[in-house]
């Protein structure tokens, strides 16, 4: 099993920025993959972000390609989420997630999910 716990949501201000982290535990050495998606009521969970641990290869939502920027501390096993000029519209629950293998957008192909953290951007 892999444990994903969250941080870093909060309000900002349009244009402004957050951090968001992800630190993994547990079986961390069965992920290569982690991603980043966001999800508000009514809609399925969207794929924002992901990257390797491994090479550190990265791919973004073209929404937020840019403005966002993953990167990953392998001593920490945590991911990072940098978000900046943030939109109203960028306002979401916002979600960790790790799979084996493979980048891919689909929230059903990852394996593992973090309880999730609030951001919310006023404008």
């Known amino acids: 099993q892999v444990q994903l716990v969250e941080s870093g949501g909060g309000l900002v201000q349009a244009g402004g920025s957050l951090r968001l982290s992800c630190a993994a535990s547990?079986?961390?050495?069965?992920?290569?993959?982690m991603g980043w998606f966001r999800q508000i009521p009514g809609k399925e969970r969207a794929f924002v972000a992901a990257?390797?641990?491994?090479?550190?290869?990265?791919y973004y939502a073209d929404s937020v390609k840019g403005r966002f920027t993953i990167s990953r501390d392998n001593s920490k096993n945590t991911v990072y989420l940098q978000m900046n000029s943030l939109k109203p519209e960028d306002t979401a629950i916002y979600y960790c997630a790790a799979r084996s293998f493979a980048i891919v957008v689909d929230a059903s192909l990852y394996n593992y999910w973090g309880q999730g953290t609030q951001v919310t951007v006023s404008s």
């Open positions: 990257i390797t641990w491994s090479g550190g290869r990265t």
């Open positions: 547990g079986r961390t050495f069965s992920t290569e993959v």
